[in-house]
Structures are given as C-alpha cells and as structure tokens.
C-alpha cells in the first residue's frame, strides 16, 4: 500500500523547509519514497512544480514516474470544470474514482493548494507514521492523504499504458 500526502503551506518558505526535510527522512530511512514534489501556486493561481535531483531513489522505475507525474497533472493542472474527457482522460479518471483519488480527494486538494499557496507532494511506499508525522509537525502544514493499494496503482499504470 501506497500513501499520497498533500501538505498545504500558507508560504513558500515553510513549503521549502518541509521538502527539505522530507528529503532528509528519506535518506535517514523513516520513509521510502516513489515520488516527492514541491508546488508553488503564485498569487495569479499559475501552479509550478519542482522534482528533486538526484535525491535518493525518487521516481525509480519509468511506470511509477509516469503515474507520479500524472497524479501530479491531475491535481494540480487538469481543469475540472467544462473538461470534456478524451479516451486517455475518460479512462484515467474512471480509474481514479475507483481508487483512493476520487473526485472528492481531488476537490480536497484543489480547495487547500489554492493561490499564494504551496505543497509538498509525497507518494510514499514507506513511511514511519510516527517520526513522519513528528518530524513535519512544526511546518504547521495542512495534510490531505489518502492510500493506494499495489492492485489501484497497478490499474492505474495499466491505464496510463494503455493510452
């Protein structure tokens, strides 16, 4: 099982400082990470996202990139309203609404990550709950989480590939 937390900052600068530190908790082993994003949300609501270089094992594996990159694009940059879905984003999100990403998780995070906001991204494959939670506590983020079981993440992969 997957863990894909969202955590809103009213700033820029404790967005950064927690990325950081979710950087560091990864190389000190308390999570295992599948992919890790900073989201930065300027005042006029235009979203920009930055990746970790090198650091550590992120995004290991092409599949598991491409379904982080495209979770990433389906919270942050696909416009809800008045989209008319294609066959790559009909099947895309008939697969997320039978997964832990539902319509309801997505409207969460589009309604916490709004302008002048930004967020840390983390898709986790392991996670110490307890140092996780502790370590983050003082950046006074707001969490939006919601898990993936492996049969989820590989439909959705199945569904990526397909298109």
């Given at each position: 099982m997957s863990d894909?937390?969202?955590?809103?900052?009213?700033?820029?600068?404790?967005?950064?400082?927690?990325?950081?530190?979710?950087?560091?908790?990864?190389?000190?082993?308390?999570?295992?990470?599948?992919?890790?994003?900073?989201?930065?949300?300027?005042?006029?609501?235009?979203?920009?996202?930055?990746?970790?270089?090198?650091?550590?094992?992120?995004?290991?594996g092409a599949a598991g990139g491409a379904l982080f990159g495209t979770l990433i694009g389906v919270l942050f940059f696909v416009p809800f309203a008045g989209l008319i879905f294609g066959g790559l984003f009909g099947a895309l999100f008939a697969g997320l609404d039978k997964s832990g990403l539902d319509a309801q998780f997505r409207d969460r995070v589009k309604s916490t990550v709004t302008a002048g906001k930004s967020a840390v991204v983390i898709y986790a494959v392991k996670l110490t709950e307890d140092k996780f939670a502790a370590a983050l506590a003082p950046y006074e983020g707001t969490v939006v989480q919601t898990s993936l079981s492996e049969d989820d993440e590989k439909a959705l992969i199945h569904d990526l590939d397909a298109k």
């Open positions: 894909l937390i969202v955590i809103a900052f009213d700033n820029e600068a404790q967005a950064e400082a927690a990325y950081n530190e979710v950087q560091s908790l990864e190389h000190d082993l308390v999570v295992e990470l599948a992919g890790l994003a900073l989201v930065k949300v300027d005042g006029e609501g235009k979203t920009h996202v930055e990746y970790p270089g090198t650091v550590g094992k992120v995004g290991v």
